[in-house]
T-cell receptor, first 114, second 114 residues
Framework: EAAVTQSPRNKVAVTGGKVTLSCNQT?????MYWYRQDTGHGLRLIHY???????EKGDIPDGYKASRPSQENFSLILELATPSQTSVYFC?????????????FGEGSKLTVL | GEQVEQRPPHLSVREGDSAFITCTYT??????FFWYKQEPGASLQLLMK?????EINEGQGFTVLLNKKDKRLSLNLTAAHPGDSAAYFC?????????????FGKGTKFSLIP
């Protein structure tokens, strides 16, 4: 049973449009993360959250917003999508209590901005 | 912040041969180390989690070596088989941040020579 689920799995958007990527986790983890994966760059952290109501900037936050309305849900928002944001986006959750750093990843969301 | 360099970006070997993937990191306080495997079109799956107190960890068909003095983490695929074809990512975590925040290498795309 998938513990971290993302939607949509595939999305085509137009330049300047708004895109929302959603993530739901049933691990009861405090921490959640949004990464993007691009060839030659590996995974880069966009935003993360320590719990409901909190969002923090990662390494590449420009052009993205995040929202954590509940323990289970963490959204990534592109208010004005650009072609440079074409990528595969991964959501992950982690247990802050153990503080081991292990993350559990969703299946990924492929975004194409035309 | 932490910097992680992973080499090589691409690696091909014959079935049954061994293969090495290496990551170097910069933060001497790094304590948790991870190898993730990503099959084409799929999410990241944890291959092995290594703590800094253990230098050699063995899994099924692979060995992970940690050299804290040189700040180097290595993955040795001992006898490559078709199921090993995938991308491999190392990741490093610094304790005490409370965020499970991982810094990833850029990945190694591994395949078998037909």
């Amino acid at each position: 049973e998938a513990a971290v689920t993302q939607s949509p799995r595939n999305k085509v958007a137009v330049t300047g449009g708004k895109v929302t990527l959603s993530c739901n986790q049933t691990n009861n983890h405090n921490n959640m993360y949004w990464y993007r994966q691009d060839t030659g760059h590996g995974l880069r952290l966009i935003h993360y959250s320590y719990g409901a109501g909190s969002t923090e900037k990662g390494d590449i936050p420009d052009g993205y917003k995040a929202s954590r309305p509940s323990q289970e849900n963490f959204s990534l928002i592109l208010e004005l999508a650009t072609p440079s944001q074409t990528s595969v986006y991964f959501c992950a959750s982690g247990d802050a209590g153990h503080n081991t750093g292990q993350l559990y990843f969703g299946e990924g969301s492929k975004l194409t901005v035309l | 912040g932490e910097q992680v360099e992973q080499r090589p970006p691409h690696l091909s070997v014959r079935e049954g041969d061994s293969a090495f993937i290496t990551c170097t990191y910069t933060d001497p306080n790094s304590y948790y180390f991870f190898w993730y495997k990503q099959e084409p079109g799929a999410s990241l799956q944890l291959l092995m989690k290594v703590f800094s107190s253990t230098e050699i960890n063995e899994g099924q068909g692979f060995t992970v070596l940690l050299n804290k003095k040189d700040k180097r983490l290595s993955l040795n695929l001992t006898a490559a088989h078709p199921g090993d074809s995938a991308a491999y990512f190392c990741a490093v975590s610094v304790p005490g941040t409370g965020s499970n925040r991982l810094t990833f290498g850029k990945g190694t795309k591994f395949s078998l020579i037909p």
